[in-house]
């Protein structure tokens, strides 16, 4: 029997619309991969008719049913083991993806035994001419970004570029660097868990590249909105979550001040821009459990470069670029 190669995994939370329209796109790309395939669905509690729908019009689609909402990673890690391929594909179900894009992603990871991801070019779906992500970046002071978000496409790279991480809208994942470093932190529920795998990834010695060939159009938080109190407070808790995991004692030592204040003016301007205390309150959960983070990430912590920290300005520039973006 020929190994499964890819293992697409696609998480779903009340979007059938959404879901289908990704779930055709991924059937046509699978055909282009040498090996053979699998895609796997994992409904987060929906409710709605997502998984009649998925049985109805993919009856060659795995589909995983858990009973409530447990988190993009808890859903995940649920895909991951019952997944078979070398390589595991993360697409969310706002985005439809390029017939190339899975194969090229594939040729490009094979390409390196240390390579242990790779990053797709996200581009708004609704705004096509500009950049969602092309990887994603952290900075020195724990911030992590989408790299040339809002960007024109000419900005891009031309050709694999080595980057920090892969942003999980749209990821290929090798299955043994997974195994190597944990996995999802199920912990982290939404929102920065790839972040946290992409830090873990880099110190444990797995590299990272951007596929600018291999595309996704991405409908921005279609299914956890931007600005919700929903995604201000698990953003807001897993940044600091993020930081007390993974960054050295002695970077955290210099940093630790340029951190107070970013977070200070970033949670001042959304109360006064968007009403809510949700990031503020986010903070204050991950600030809770600063110590467990920090005791759990102490085995494999170590000393790794980071970008330089942009500040607030680019913070508004993200800002705009993803309300640009949406189409909700």
């Known amino acids: 029997m020929i190994a499964t190669t890819v293992s697409v995994i696609v998480v779903n939370h009340q979007r059938a619309d959404l879901l289908l329209d ?73 985005a439809t993806i390029e017939v190339n894009a899975i194969a090229d992603l594939v040729a490009v990871g094979v390409s390196a035994p240390d390579i242990g991801s790779l990053a797709a070019q996200l581009r708004f779906a609704h705004r096509p001419p500009r950049l969602n992500s092309a990887g994603i970046e952290v900075d020195a002071l724990g911030v992590s970004y989408d790299r040339l978000l809002g960007l024109p496409l000419e900005r ?43 830090w873990r990834a880099r110190m444990a010695g797995w590299r990272c590249l951007y596929v600018p060939s291999a595309v996704v159009h991405h409908h921005h938080s279609a299914t956890a ?73 102490a085995p494999t912590r170590r000393p790794i470069p980071l970008a330089p920290s942009r500040g607030l300005r680019a913070a508004a520039r993200r800002r705009a670029s993803y309300l640009a973006g949406r189409n909700w």
């Not at 709605?48 to 060659?60: A, I």
Request: hydrophobic share 40%; proline share 2%; glycine share 8%.
């Open 156 to 198: 891009s790279e031309a050709s694999p570029t080595e980057v920090f991480g892969a942003s999980g809208g749209a990821a290929l994942y090798r299955r043994a660097m997974l195994e190597q470093i944990g996995g999802f932190d199920r912990s982290f529920f939404v929102f920065m868990e790839d972040a946290d795998v992409a």
């Open 225 to 297: 909105r931007h600005r919700s109190a929903f995604k201000h407070l698990h953003v807001g808790r897993n940044r600091v979550r993020l930081v007390a995991k993974n960054m050295d004692s002695r970077a955290l030592a210099r940093r630790a001040l340029g951190m107070i204040v970013y977070d200070l003016a970033y949670v001042t301007f959304h109360v006064a821009v968007d009403r809510t205390l949700a990031p503020l309150r986010g903070r204050l959960l991950g600030l809770r459990d600063w110590r467990h983070y920090r005791r759990i990430g």
């Open 22 to 94: 990704c779930l055709r796109s991924i059937a046509q790309a699978v055909k282009e991969v040498p090996g053979t395939t699998e895609t796997i669905v994992v409904d987060n509690g929906s409710g709605d008719d997502s998984c009649d729908r998925v049985r109805r019009e993919h009856p060659d689609v795995v589909l995983i049913e858990l009973s409530e909402n447990r988190g993009f990673a808890t859903a995940v890690g649920a895909a991951a083991e019952k997944a078979s391929g070398d390589w595991l594909l993360l697409l969310n179900n706002d």
